[in-house]
């Protein structure tokens, strides 16, 4: 009953953006910093491994549901599920008392934390502007990296990589100040290939504040992916500011790969929305005639071509033994991103076009 009641307050209280702004600005950050290094010594994902225990859990209930049709008259099993029944009740409402402290209330919180932002309607030029610095600077970052003798791109080591971004993160924190703390390693995720099959580069445990990734992702998007689940451990939970966030830190970061990568990543935005845009106002030849204007280097395709094939090599040198689900499991992605983006709407991914517009261009 008390942990009923906990729940409920705390679904409550996190209708108020103020006091979400305030737990996630002063509590959730105490309780992740403290949290999460503790948790992240161990090298392997606790989180997953509780996804996997709590399903064994669920099959254990209906099995001794079943039993219990026949022992009910044992008075030695009615009590042992009995006791079961009870103990799993704990577990259920642990995980929703932490999902609604860890992760409800900071997702209620206002758009990176700026409770004074106010929607604007951009123009088309604005948007043209965005749209041809983001092609001129992937192209200008497409040329600043370090190749080898074969041209292609030298990439950090995962470790190295990691810590880049975790300072390219915290050299943003005085406007977002989430931001300024612990960075976790991204751990592997050991169902990456189902991970691969639905489309998923990795996933942020706020149960267990761990960052997780597929392990076939490529070198090239692995930056702002960690980035990216980063901005949601952090506390900054919304599809686009989580977006944003990865962008704008690797965008600003000293190392040209970071760069580079931020660029592409929200090269497929931008140019989306852009399209939208000429075509909602009748003008779709604009973007034709600034798309042959300003072209994407044909080395940039190429590197992303480069990084795909290495991360498949990755993936045919492992053993894939589900790999007969793998249509389904595309399937229920599908369903799943589809849901998703009916449920986020204006806070769905590519809700981060309008805060590169408001922040390049203001209210």
């Not at 392997?44 to 008259?73: D, N, Q, S, T, W």
């Not at 209330?105 to 043209?128: I, K, N, Q, W």
Request: hydrophobic share 45%; glycine share 4%; charged share 20%.
């Amino acid at each position: 009953m008390i942990m009923g009641a906990l729940i409920l307050v705390a679904c409550l209280l996190s209708f108020s953006t103020a006091w979400a702004d305030f737990y996630a600005d002063h509590i959730y950050v105490f309780l992740r910093d403290i949290s999460s290094p503790a948790i992240n010594i161990l090298p392997f994902p606790v989180g997953e491994l509780l996804m996997y225990l709590g399903a064994i859990l669920i099959v254990a209930a209906v099995i001794i549901l079943l039993l219990l049709i026949f022992l009910r008259k044992k008075k030695s099993y009615v009590a042992f599920a009995t006791a079961y029944f009870k103990s799993l009740l704990i577990v259920i409402l642990s995980v929703l008392l932490i999902y609604s402290t860890q992760w409800l209330t900071p997702y209620r919180s206002s758009v990176l934390g700026r409770p004074e932002a106010a929607d604007h309607e951009y123009t088309l030029e604005e948007m043209r502007v965005l749209y041809i610095y983001v092609i001129e600077s992937l192209n200008e970052a497409c040329l600043s990296v370090p190749r080898d003798a074969e041209g292609y791109v030298i990439y950090d080591t995962k470790n190295v990589t990691e810590q880049k971004v975790a300072t390219a993160m915290n050299g943003i924190s005085d406007e977002f100040p989430r931001l300024r703390g612990y960075y976790p390693p991204f751990k592997e995720a050991w169902c990456s290939d189902v991970l691969e099959w639905m489309w998923i580069g990795g996933y942020t445990y706020p149960y267990t504040m761990e960052v997780t990734c597929n392990k076939y992702i490529g070198k090239f998007y692995f930056p702002t992916l960690y980035a990216h689940e980063c901005s949601h451990h952090m506390g900054y939970y919304k599809e686009h500011e989580a977006n944003f966030l990865s962008y704008l830190a690797c965008s600003s970061s000293e190392d040209p790969v970071l760069r580079y990568s931020a660029f592409y990543y929200i090269y497929s935005y931008v140019d989306e929305s852009y399209y939208e845009a000429c075509v909602a106002l009748g003008n779709e030849d604009l973007y034709w005639e600034d798309d042959e204007a300003h072209p994407i280097l044909p080395q940039v395709r190429a590197d992303v071509r480069n990084s795909l094939l290495e991360a498949e090599e990755v993936y045919q040198s492992d053993e894939h033994v589900l790999e007969d689900f793998a249509d389904e499991a595309a399937e229920i992605s599908d369903v799943g991103w589809e849901t998703q983006a009916e449920i986020l709407q204006e806070y769905n991914y590519d809700g981060v076009v309008y805060l590169m517009l408001q922040y390049y261009f203001g209210n």
